[in-house]
């Protein structure tokens, strides 16, 4: 499962750094710009056996670089990386007593994305932000009430730390880009998909799944190096 992931993601690098390559009959550019980015996490694990959760919000932001390759008719495509700092997690829904649990899982990630956009140079463009990404966890942090006392539901998670530090997967988004003379000004909504289980799920573990699900709403802004 572990290897199959991995060349899914390595193929989807593949597509995502490909893509503004492919069109070389469109109208070249040389388009780098350099910026920051930072927002809101929504996030929540796919655990098997099932655990009853609700969102956990956090917060996302960091570094974000970008090159614009060229326009090929109405699409201009390019390359996106990105590195950030990202709270990630699950908060539980406890419903035998008023206990209260919640796990925040900093990490820090770096999507490669293909960039592509539709609209004037100069004015309001839609973009789609499509490619793998990877991150690393720094650290992790149990929140439980006084009282906490697991009774009936799943508890193997309870203080079980994460066992794979290394995470991996798909992200995608799509958004509005105002370009200005001040800058760049970009609103995005993205989802996070993990190919990655952060514990072990071999047969002989009690989670066969345990991965992260991400939506994240950002904003970002970038200033041209060269146009």
């Known amino acids: ?21 492919a069109a070389q009959v469109g109208e070249m550019r040389s388009n780098f ?4 980015n930072g927002g809101a996490n929504f996030s929540s694990v796919s655990f098997s056996p099932s655990i ?80 793998p990404q990877f991150a690393f966890l720094l650290n992790e942090k149990e929140n439980k009430s006084d009282s906490f006392s697991p009774i009936s539901r799943t508890s193997k998670q309870y203080g079980k730390m994460a066992e794979n530090k ?11 880009e105002l370009k200005t003379k001040a800058g760049n000004f ?6 996070y998909f993990a190919l990655s289980d952060f514990y072990k799920t071999t047969k002989k573990d009690y989670f066969s799944r345990a991965a992260h699900s991400i939506l994240s709403a950002r904003v970002t802004y970038l200033f041209d190096i060269t146009k």
């Open 186 to 191: 970009l609103v995005e909504g993205r989802y």
């Open 1 to 21: 499962m572990i290897k199959k992931n991995i060349k899914r993601c390595a193929a989807i690098l593949c597509v995502a750094i490909s893509l503004p390559i």
């Open 52 to 131: 009853k959760q609700k969102n956990l919000s956090a917060f996302t932001g960091g570094l974000t670089a970008r090159y614009i390759t060229e326009k090929y008719f109405a699409m201009i495509c390019g390359i996106q990386v990105e590195l950030n700092y990202s709270q990630r997690g699950w908060e539980e829904v406890i419903e035998e007593n008023t206990d209260t649990y919640s796990r925040n899982m900093n990490y820090l990630e770096i999507p490669f994305l293909a960039h592509l956009a539709f609209g004037k140079d100069n004015g309001v463009q839609f973009f789609l932000n499509l490619g």
């Open 33 to 36: 710009s350099v910026g920051i």
């Open 166 to 176: 290394f995470d991996y997967g798909i992200t995608g988004g799509g958004g509005l």
